[in-house]
């Protein structure tokens, strides 16, 4: 499938479609492997222990442990470079060549392949919001770009794994977006080049937000399915 989608298109969206503070100033509107772009991730906020204040303590008294509440989830929003550089790379050059090779990702295989299967173990799973994202369309034997966006026009939340990449002062932190098979899909499966698997992003829907972020490992994997067809809108489009 490609790998280039649109950022969204104005910083309210981020507030209003995922409920996280909108970032300071956009990037650019399109992002392909390589490129930086935004994503969403959860971040724990440490809950704070209160102990009742204790007048005239003598040594002799003691103060029984208080229980820490759990952490609420809190969803943040993060930059990173569009395809995924693993922690086993060795080097910022290898990292820059591998990127291109890891913007996108089977579900299938991530919890299994040697680039993503630490990152998907230790629960880095991300949502990648975009506008839209583009296709092309081989029917007619020609690759006609075409722009797959919601039917109603709202931002889409895509499932995605991000990790970070460190070595001395260098750091990367990048992301790969999810992607399910779409050979039955009524609109998904008129694009990629005939002959090959039809695959298409892992749209998660607007009530699945957290749910996919803080889903134990063994059930992560349910939110894995193809987006209604009648909920997608696809143009075409004149250049990319």
């Known amino acids: 499938m490609s790998t280039q989608y649109e950022c969204l298109k104005s910083p309210d969206l981020y507030a209003e479609a995922f409920g996280i503070a909108p970032p300071q100033a956009l990037l650019g509107k399109e992002v392909w492997p390589r490129q930086p772009g935004f994503f969403i991730r959860k971040a724990f906020v440490a809950a704070e222990q209160t102990l009742a ?11 029984t442990p208080q229980p820490v509440p759990a952490s609420p989830l809190v969803m943040e929003l993060a930059q ?12 910022a050059s290898d990292a ?6 890891l913007a996108v990702t089977r579900y299938e295989t991530m919890s299994t392949a040697t680039a993503t299967r630490e990152t998907w173990l230790k629960g880095q799973r991300c949502i990648i919001p975009m506008q839209a994202f583009l ?16 039917v109603d ?11 970070r990449w460190t070595q001395g002062e260098e750091e990367i932190v990048s992301f790969t977006l999810l992607t399910v098979n779409a050979n039955s899909h009524a609109l998904m499966n008129r694009y990629g080049q005939n002959g090959n698997e ?18 134990p490992i063994d059930k992560a ?8 067809a009648h909920l997608l809108l696809a143009n075409p489009v004149q250049k990319r």
């Open 221 to 228: 994997r349910e939110f894995m399915r193809a987006y209604p």
């Open 153 to 163: 026009g709202q931002p889409m939340g895509v499932a995605g794994l991000w990790e």
């Open 198 to 215: 039809k695959r298409m992003p892992a749209i998660l829907n607007e009530g699945a937000y957290g749910a996919w972020l803080n889903a």
């Open 53 to 63: 204040s204790v007048s005239e303590t003598t040594p002799e008294t003691e103060v």
């Open 80 to 91: 990173g470079q569009f395809g995924l550089v693993p922690t086993w790379v060795k080097s």
């Open 135 to 150: 296709e092309d369309d081989w029917r007619s034997r020609k690759a006609v770009p075409t722009r797959i966006a919601r």
């Open 96 to 101: 820059k060549l591998r990127s291109t090779k």
